[in-house]
């Protein structure tokens, strides 16, 4: 770590003075320079990449035990601490699912917010009036929450963007991990002669 240190600074300060401030010598660190990168780094470097890759193909929602499922499912062997390990190194993090938080207080509620619209949902021109409204869908793994937002002169929605993470990604590529972190698309091919 303090070689790589002394090379990231070394356009900025001189080798001989980063040596002396981190206690390391000038050979070592020119014996270090030179070396040429060991077969573990370069295996490394490439499953790093992998890891990225994996992690955007994901919309950036898995953490190390899926993409570890992923790798093993690519014919990459590796452990799941070696994958959080250079999760972490590379500074790769999932998106954490917010903790459910109760924010309505039916007891104190104040009064609705007002009704701009007063009921008129004829628009004659195109985005002068957007509406939404959300429900929640009972799964197997929880609450699916729904939100639709459209335009009421055109009545189009986001229908194409619900529609692939739904279909495309959410039963097809995602690993569940009520599935044994199983794509539903692999877990149906193994238990459907069942």
Request: glycine residues 4%.
């Amino acid at each position: 770590m303090k070689y790589a240190f002394i090379r990231a600074h070394s356009d900025e300060h001189a080798v001989t003075r980063l040596c002396d401030l981190l206690g390391v010598s000038t050979s070592g660190y020119y014996d270090w320079h030179d070396r040429p990168e060991s077969d573990r780094a370069g295996e490394n470097r490439k499953l790093t990449k992998k890891i990225q890759h994996l992690h955007q193909r994901s919309n950036a929602i898995y953490g190390s035990p899926k993409i570890h499922k992923d790798l093993l499912a690519e014919g990459e062997h590796c452990g799941v601490n070696r994958v959080a390990r250079l999760m972490r190194q590379a500074d790769i993090q999932s998106k954490m699912r917010p903790k459910f938080v109760v924010t309505t207080n039916s007891r104190n509620t104040t009064a609705p917010a007002p009704d701009l619209l007063q009921h008129n949902f004829k628009v004659d021109e195109q985005d002068v009036a957007w509406v939404s409204d959300t429900t929640f869908i009972p799964t197997r793994e929880g609450w699916l929450f729904l939100a639709v937002v459209l335009d009421l002169f055109s009545r189009q929605e986001a229908r194409q963007s619900i529609f692939e993470y739904i279909e495309v990604f959410y039963n097809r590529q995602r690993r569940h991990e009520t599935l044994n972190y199983m794509t539903p698309a692999e877990f149906e091919a193994i238990y459907a002669g069942n």
